[in-house]
């Protein structure tokens, strides 16, 4: 169980075109789900917050217009990088949260590797 | 803040051989910690986790205990793999917060 599918895996786009992300929980409701971008070599760096049914919390340095994030229900979440250059050419990936009574976890999408040409 | 260090990698080792990873943190609260590994082009998978005080989490042969005192959750694992190569994150969460602490990462490889 706790199975997060993140889509695409890959995308190679043109430079000032945008691209969505989606990240769906399969087989639970997480009402909290995160992004994440990877450097190469790297750690992840948390972009921003995303709650079901309100905006998302961006983390200090993330624009909120450039990447666009929408939780509409209990089980996707997207990332849309809007007219994306070379460098946000990166691998990201999403999180969702997903809590058992008193416990809580996190499960990872594959992560969607990102080129901008 | 919060915040999770881990050693400076890269690892590398050979197989069979003992591994230890260094975790410590940084938490106002009680936090839960977790390992992560991820693999080359894939995302993270939780390796194991420990949520109070002397829990020990294991998975795989990997072990690491909570220690508070110390506030430190070393991973270690008694005989590597070639197939453990990839890239282990030591992370925190206080329930509070919500969000994930990761640290920097360490890439580990296992030579035959």
């Known amino acids: 169980g706790a199975v997060v599918s993140q889509h695409p895996s890959w995308v190679i786009c043109k430079s000032g075109t945008s691209v969505k992300i989606e990240c769906r929980s399969l087989?639970?409701?997480?009402?909290?789900m995160f992004w994440y971008r990877q450097f190469p070599k790297q750690s992840l760096m948390l972009m921003a917050t995303?709650?079901?049914?309100?905006?998302?919390?961006?983390e200090q340095g993330v624009e909120k217009d450039k990447f666009l994030i929408n939780h509409a229900s209990l089980t996707l979440s997207t990332l849309t990088v809007t007219s994306a250059h070379p460098e946000d050419s990166s691998f990201y990936i999403c999180s969702a949260r997903r809590e058992t009574g008193l416990n809580y976890g996190y499960t990872f999408g594959s992560g969607t590797r990102l080129t901008v040409v | 803040g919060d915040s999770v260090t881990q050693m400076e990698g890269p690892v590398t080792l050979s197989e069979e051989a003992f591994l230890t990873i260094n975790c410590t943190y940084t938490?106002?609260?009680?936090?839960?910690l977790f390992w992560y590994v991820q693999y080359p082009g894939e995302g993270l998978q939780l390796l194991l986790k420990a949520t109070k005080a002397d829990d020990k989490g294991s998975n795989k042969g990997f072990e690491a205990t909570y220690r508070k005192e110390t506030t430190s959750f070393h991973l270690e694992k008694g005989s590597v793999q070639v197939s453990d190569s990839a890239v282990y994150f030591c992370?925190?969460?206080?329930?509070?917060?919500?969000?994930?602490?990761f640290g920097q990462g360490t890439r580990l490889t296992i030579n035959p």
């Open positions: 087989d639970f409701q997480a009402t909290t």
């Open positions: 992370a925190l969460s206080d329930q509070g917060a919500q969000k994930l602490v």
């Open positions: 995303s709650n079901e049914g309100s905006k998302a919390t961006y």
């Open positions: 938490a106002t609260g009680y936090p839960s």
